[in-house]
Structures are given as C-alpha cells and as structure tokens.
C-alpha cells in the first residue's frame, strides 16, 4: 500500500470506527442482482458504477468495541468491497495482504485444498485495472472444494475426483465471479463433504482456527476449511454446502455467521451432489451483514437445477439487515418479532458421574489425547456456558424488542427428527455414486459405511421416510410458525431434513473446556425462504454484540501452554513431516460430525 | 410442558434376526447392485475401512433404520410424497 493510500485508508478507517459501514446501502444495488433468472454479468445486474453511488446512504451508528482494523484482512467483506470500490485499497493489495496470511499460517491451519495465487493476483491487476464497479470487485474469496471451478482442480477431498479439473463455475461460484470476486483457493472439507476435513483416508486435516494446536477442539464439518479461512483471516469470506448442518456447524465452531438458506434459494448447478434433497448452498461469513450480502448475489433461479425454479422472489436481504428505528419488528405482518424457544433450548446440564479412569471404547476411540476423565468435566463446563451464553441471547433480544415465546415440540418431533428418520437420506448418495461404488469401494476411504448403508434401505421404506418429512413440515409450520417467527435451534437436522433456512451466529465464549477462549454459538431456523428475516435479527443482535468482531489470535501468538506442544507456531512443520499427530477419523465419525 | 411423544415401536423381528441372516442378506444385496466388500481387507483397524466394520455398521442399520421408519403409525390418508418439502410448501402459498 503506498504511503497516500495508507494514510487514507487510517483515515477512512477511522472514520468507520466511528460509523458503521453503510454496506447495505452502499452494496444496496446487489440486490438486484440475483433477482432475475440468468443474470450473470456485472450489467446484467445493474451493479453499475452509478447505482451503487445512487443508493449510497448515510451510515448508522456503528456497535460499540468495534476494533481498528490493523490489516486489510481484518475488514470484512462489506467493508473490504466499499474501501475497493472507492478506491482507497487496491485489489492487489488485498489480495497480497491474503496470500502473505496464507503463506506464513495455512501450514498450522490446513484450511486450503489448492491455492491460486498466479490466478489471484492477475484478477486483481485487472480489477484494479479496469475499476471495475460491480460489488464485490478485487474481494477474495474462499470456495468450498465440491464447488465446480472452471480450471481448478475441484476434489472434494475424495479418492474419486482427485484430478478432477472443471471446464465450467458451479453457478453460485460464477454469480460471486462475475460479481467480481476473486478465487483465492479451494477449501478443505469432509470426504465427499461428510464428517470434518480430513484426507479420503480419514486423517484428520483443517483445525479449528481458535485451537491450532488442539485437535480435541473440532473445525466443525464438513465445510471445516471454509470456516477456518474465514476464522483465520486467510479470506474474506467463503462457500459452504449443507446436507447435515455443515455451515452452521462449522461456523458454530469458529465463531461465524453462516446462513443455510432454503432448499431451491441458490443453485445447485455445478455443486457434487451429496443428497439431491437435503444439499444447501451457501455462505460462512464474518456477520450477518456479510453473509446477506454473500446470499445475495449467489440466490436467485437458475435453469440449469429447477429446484431453484418457480419460488418467491429474492428478497432484498441487504434491506433486511440495514439498521431500522424501533426495534425488532416483523417487516411483513407489524408487531415485535416473536422468537420461538422448543423445550429443553435452557435445560441446565446434569453434572456428570465420574467415569473412571478405564478408557471406554466408544468414546475413546477416536483416539482423543484428553484423558477421559477431564474430557467428561470439560463437556459438562461447555453445556453450562452454552445455557447461560442462550440465557444471555435471549434477554437481549427481548430487551430489543422481541417477544420471546416458550413452545411445545411439534406432535411427532422426537420420531421424526430421530437418527433412523434422518437416515433416509442415505439412498440418494448411494445411488448418485453408484458407478464407483461397484468399480472399487475403497475409493471412498473412510466415508464408505454410509454409502454402503444408504444400499439397504428398501424403497418402500425410502418412501415412507419421504411422506413423513411432509408430516414434519406441516407440523413445523402450524405448531411452530404458528406461534413464532424464528425459532431456536440445537441440532441442524431438523430443517435440513425438511428444507428449511438455518442460521448459525455466535453467541458467546467459554473457556473451562480448554483454558482459552471457544465460542459458543446458536442457531435459529425460519419459514421457507424467509432468509431475510433470519439475518435481519441476527443482524439486529450483532449491533448489540461483539462476539462476532473477536478473531483469533495468530498462532505464533499463543502461550506455550495453549500449544500443546505444536511446535513453534509458525507452521513450518508441514511439508517437511508434521509434527501434529496422524490421528484420523474412523468409520463412525463420517456418521456423527456433520455433512 | 414439552409434548415428549414416544418414539414410535421398533420391529421385533428386525431385533430377532440373526447375524448371519443380516450377513447373507447384506451380501446378497450388495451382490445384486455389483457392489463388492471383498476388496477391502478383513479385518484390519489400521485401515480406513475393513469388511468386519462395514459388516457390523451395516447390520446396525439394518437393525434400527428400516424397522422404525416402517412401524411409524402412518395416515394411509397422508401427504403423497414430495422429496422438496420446503419447495412445495412456498408453490402452494401454504
């Protein structure tokens, strides 16, 4: 950065601090974007120069706490794409900025598939260049590895795509391209996107970017380096994909907003399939202001997956989050807006009984290094924090304005959101892969037991699962949505069964698990397509909060004591032999960390 | 208070069937798809995946997964099935 710009930039930076970025108003016209089916190009969504500028507002008050940036990778998206457009940072700058992070910490993180720096950086010496005006111009991303990606090597961290290489952009890739978004690297994932990321073999890759040293802490999964990037600072934000609460999860995990819109909202189009029924696309970002925006240009009908076909339009998710006056209101019918809360969201914790020193097999055999005996407390310290951290969540939201509203579970909850009704999914993979299941099992390494199950479920059975998601449905509209407009959430599950829209935010942090800071993270879930009113609370609630503005520190910053014996901390022990342990996931983990 | 229904009843025969039955039957399934295990080493812990895990993952679900979903107690009136729920709903303004 040179010295003007540097100047310019503190300057401007300054007077961010002291105002909240305008993002919603001053990227307002991506809300055209995706509204129109086909609309790829930056003039087919009227991303132009002059709208932008036209709808550029005045910026509210900003929430307070809010950190001085002390390097372009702190900015988030929306701050990243206005300093961009206005030309007080240069593509190239921040793409550099990206790359020297990726180069001095991916090592510890191992949150990259494949990185393109060549690419990175000739895309943002044109976009600095040509000054291109669409939204997103110079902003670097980072893309889930089951995204198609013309001329980039597309794995899913599977035996089966190892060399795959794309001739075409998955069409939420090419909405966020032609946005002007800039491709930094594919992210490392859960083989074929099931479990946390690891290689096809199991062993065990991304860490959790607030616990580089402690594989105990999971990265969640299976869009686990997608969050980590995010996390670390080593992009601005990424793409997940959604079967088994795979972006709430790992944004849970690590302290993001990630929103798994409804089934149909984003294409489909050039994603691996993991389950036709219940995958989701969609964004890990630094807060609900970021991931509206992400959603925003990456939603919208696409003819190449009719899923996305024929459904309510688009709503103006960057209206959504914008500051309002009077409280949390609903948009549509008037009156506070009513959040949900199913039994159990605020049940204290049973303390544990002592279980002993002998190792048990089911819980040790992942081959966790925390003596069993300390595990057990340290889960039981989390659960209490996680109650207090939603106690904490929902006075706030009632001090917004909020009415809180205690429900039953709907009549067949507890049957149908069960481990055997989730398991109907399991058919669909079986099928889609079924080619390479009868040319060699073990091209599925670790993740094979589940594709092998999905081949016994008779269809009748498959059938019967089906019609009762419906049964579901209807009663999470009526004796859910009848009482509430949002509603808490535990366990991912649920609405993925049934398509509905999930949003992961975090909430708060705990340190009597590890002794050093985790977040603690919630999740509320919506009526179908009702994405806007899921990140305008969120939004609401992050202007009250700063859980969402904390970062990780960089893992050459860490005490010696929270390394746990990792090494020096600049990650150098990669390539040349690892110093982390070979640990892998096993069979079991594929069917219990997320997909 | 929460409305706690009880999970729907398990199949008994599905909890009196045999290993060796859910054995032949698996095989013979996995056999009529063309999908082979014997490639994968017997038993060997080491490895990412080994018959002896598959064998007991699969007779697992076999034993809980197909019994629950057919013993829910279904409306032969109810929904047709719709493998978009979500979708479905929003097309019908529901």
Not at chain 1, 26 to 37: D, E, F, K, M, Y
Not at chain 1, 193 to 219: F, H, L
Not at chain 1, 491 to 511: W, Y
Request: glycine fraction near 10%; include cysteine; charge should be negative.
């Amino acid at each position: 950065m040179s010295e003007l710009n540097r100047r310019r930039f503190l300057e401007r930076m300054t007077a961010l601090t002291a105002t909240a970025m305008a993002t919603p108003a001053t990227l307002g016209a991506v809300s055209n974007a995706a509204s129109g089916p086909g609309t790829r190009s930056p003039a087919a969504t009227g991303a132009d120069g002059r709208a932008v500028a036209k709808r550029l507002r005045e910026p509210g008050l900003p929430p307070a706490g809010r950190p001085q940036p002390a390097d372009l990778t702190e900015l988030t998206l929306a701050e990243a794409a206005r300093l961009l457009r206005d030309g007080d940072v240069g593509a190239v700058e921040l793409v550099e900025a990206y790359l020297a992070r990726i180069g001095r910490w991916e090592p510890r993180y191992q949150a990259f598939n494949t990185v393109v720096p060549r690419t990175a950086l000739e895309a943002a010496r044109t976009a600095d260049r040509t000054r291109g005006r669409a939204p997103l111009t110079g902003v670097p991303l980072a893309i889930k590895d089951n995204y198609f990606t013309a001329g980039v090597r597309t794995t899913a961290n599977s035996f089966i795509l190892e060399d795959f290489v794309p001739d075409f952009d998955a069409t939420s890739w090419a909405r966020l391209r032609d946005a002007g978004a800039i491709l930094l690297g594919k992210t490392q994932m859960g083989p074929l996107a099931t479990t946390a990321a690891s290689t096809p073999t199991g062993e065990r890759t991304t860490v959790n970017a607030w616990a580089p040293y402690n594989e105990d802490v999971s990265p969640g999964g299976s869009s686990s380096g997608s969050a980590t990037a995010v996390a670390a600072r080593m992009a601005a934000s990424s793409t997940g994909t959604q079967t088994g609460g795979s972006i709430t999860n790992p944004s849970n995990a690590q302290a993001l907003t990630g929103i798994k819109p409804t089934m149909g909202r984003v294409s489909l189009h050039g994603i691996l399939p993991l389950t036709y029924t219940r995958d989701h696309p969609g964004p890990l970002a630094r807060d609900a202001v970021d991931a509206a925006l992400m959603l925003q240009i990456m939603a919208g009908p696409d003819p190449a997956d009719p899923r996305s076909l024929g459904l309510p339009a688009v709503p103006d998710y960057l209206e959504a989050v914008r500051e309002a006056d009077g409280g949390l209101r609903h948009p549509e019918r008037g009156g506070a807006v009513r959040i949900g809360v199913l039994p159990g969201f605020l049940d204290e914790p049973e303390p544990p009984e002592d279980p002993g020193p002998d190792p048990d097999p089911d819980i040790d055999r992942i081959g966790s290094s925390f003596p069993r005996r300390e595990r057990t407390q340290a889960a039981y310290r989390r659960e209490v924090a996680t109650v207090e951290a939603r106690r904490r969540m929902l006075a706030i939201l009632d001090e917004m304005g909020a009415e809180i509203v205690e429900l039953d579970f709907p009549t067949h909850w507890e049957a149908l959101t069960s481990f055997n009704f989730n398991n109907v999914r399991l058919p669909e993979r079986s099928e889609i892969f079924l080619e390479h299941l009868r040319d060699d099992v073990r091209k599925f390494g670790v993740s094979l037991a589940p594709w092998i199950n999905g081949l016994l479920l008779p269809a009748a059975e498959y059938v019967r699962g089906s019609r009762a998601r419906l049964v579901l449905l209807r009663e999470i509209l009526d004796e859910v949505f009848g009482h509430c407009d949002l509603v808490t959430q535990t366990a991912p599950f649920p609405f993925d069964m049934v398509g509905l829209p999930l949003i992961g935010f975090p909430i708060g942090f705990e340190t009597g698990s590890t002794g050093y800071p985790r977040p603690i993270g919630g999740m509320f879930g919506a009526e179908p397509y009702a994405e806007h009113h899921l990140l305008a609370v969120i939004a609401a609630y992050q202007r009250a909060t700063d859980w969402h503005l904390r970062r990780p520190a960089d893992p050459g910053e860490l005490r010696p004591a929270e390394r746990g014996g990792g090494g020096p901390g600049d990650g150098s022990d990669r390539r040349g032999g690892r110093n982390r342990s070979p640990r892998r996931y096993d069979l079991f983990d594929v069917m219990e960390r997320g997909e | 208070m929460a409305r706690r229904p009880s999970p729907p009843r398990s199949v008994a025969s599905s909890q009196e069937v045999t290993d060796e039955q859910l054995d032949a039957y698996i095989r013979t399934r996995l056999a009529l798809a063309g999908v082979d295990l014997s490639v994968l080493p017997e038993d060997d812990e080491d490895a990412s995946a080994d018959q002896r895990r598959i064998m007991a993952s699969a007779r697992r679900f076999l034993r809980s997964t197909p019994g629950a979903i057919a013993d829910f107690e279904f409306d032969p009136m109810g929904p047709a099935p719709a493998i978009y729920p979500a979708e479905v709903s929003a097309r019908n303004h529901e």
